[in-house]
């Protein structure tokens, strides 16, 4: 047993086959990130993690030799789970596993590599849908839909945050047992913040109510916006979400001018609507700007989306900073 559920665990889920298949894979992500997250400790001593394979992904990143071997690990776990469709960042198109099982996943497999050999945190994010009818339709679907979605993180501790549409909560890797051990259920966001997390070097790249809302934060107190404010950015979308998720803040990636950047970075199937189901279960808000990310019905398999979510208020302003442009 690599993860020992709460009770209370996808309680909502009432269909008692479905509610035992959740659990089974995420049961088997579970075993898998505990291999992951000891391949990333090791670190150096696995030689080359972070090395280049030469390859791309299909949305053009550079693939590391850690992406392709988390991918390769998540998909030997879910082959043996009861999963039906397979979606990876990892993967040009969607891999068919048993066209008779009843759940699709879609998977980051290592997020945040461009952390791999700085022995920053990084993690590995997954959504869970029921099958539906053929591969395209089991994804291609609001993520509205999603019965499951977390991310683990592989940091000083190897949390699980998980939520199946009861709330969130956060599971620890315990060391000494090796079990993913509830440690924090039914997590809320703090409404308020002035706390933001941006990639600042992309400034003269975002369009104007972006650069406006970051440049009122930055006149602080004597600004619009009557606060001193503060800034983190890690670079690993799963520790900038941690964090938003214990003590509050607001994640933005934009879209920008740059050339493939009109939709930011953040992919909407296996980044941004996980974490928005997430970050929504746990009281805050995810947004693109304007639209509700889970209502974001998938068009493209790698679509991106410009990401925005945290506490509510601070989306929300950014949101009337967009309106008022528009
Ligand atoms: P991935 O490593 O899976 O491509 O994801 C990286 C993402 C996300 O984790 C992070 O928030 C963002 O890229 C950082 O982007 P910049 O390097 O442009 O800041
Ligand atoms: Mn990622
Ligand atoms: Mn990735």
């Not at 849908?129 to 683990?152: L, M, N, T």
């Not at 979308?237 to 941690?242: E, T």
């Not at 493939?260 to 808000?285: C, H, N, S, T």
Request: net charge negative.
């Amino acid at each position: 047993m690599a993860i020992k559920f709460s009770s209370a665990f996808a309680k909502n889920i009432k269909d008692t086959a479905v509610h035992a298949a959740v659990c089974e894979t995420v049961e088997a992500l579970a075993i898998a990130c505990k291999q992951i997250s000891r391949i990333c400790a090791r670190g150096p001593l696995e030689h080359g993690l972070g090395a280049e394979t030469g390859a791309a992904n299909t949305d053009g990143d550079a693939q590391k030799a850690l992406d392709v071997r988390s991918d390769e690990i998540i998909t030997a776990a879910l082959e043996a789970a009861p999963v039906a469709y397979y979606a990876s960042e990892e993967q040009d198109s969607i891999v068919t596993m048993d066209k008779s099982k009843l759940l699709a996943v879609a998977s980051d497999p290592l997020d945040g590599s461009s952390n791999i050999d700085t022995n920053v945190s990084i993690g590995t994010i997954f959504s869970i849908f029921i099958a539906k009818g053929d591969a395209v339709s089991s994804f291609f679907r609001p993520g509205s839909e999603q019965i499951c979605a977390g991310f683990f993180v592989y940091g000083p501790q190897t949390t699980l945050v998980i939520t199946a549409g009861a709330g969130t909560d956060t599971y620890v890797l315990d060391p000494d047992t090796g079990v993913f051990t509830l440690a924090i259920t039914n997590m809320k966001i703090e409404p308020a913040s002035t706390e933001y997390a941006i990639n600042a070097s992309n400034h003269h790249h975002w369009d104007a109510p972006v650069r406006n809302y970051i440049e009122d934060c930055l006149l602080g107190a004597s600004g619009p916006l009557g606060a001193k404010y503060n800034m983190r950015w890690v670079g690993s979308l799963v520790a900038d979400a941690g964090r938003i998720l214990s003590r509050g803040g607001m994640f933005m990636y934009p879209g920008d001018d740059r050339a493939g950047y009109k939709d930011g970075r953040l992919r909407l199937l296996y980044e941004a609507a996980p974490v928005a189901f997430v970050i929504e279960q746990a009281g805050g808000m995810a947004t693109d700007g304007g639209r509700r990310i889970l209502d974001i019905k998938l068009e493209t398999l790698h679509q991106r989306v410009p990401l925005v979510f945290g506490s509510n208020e601070p989306v929300q302003t950014l949101t009337d900073y967009h309106k008022k442009q528009d």
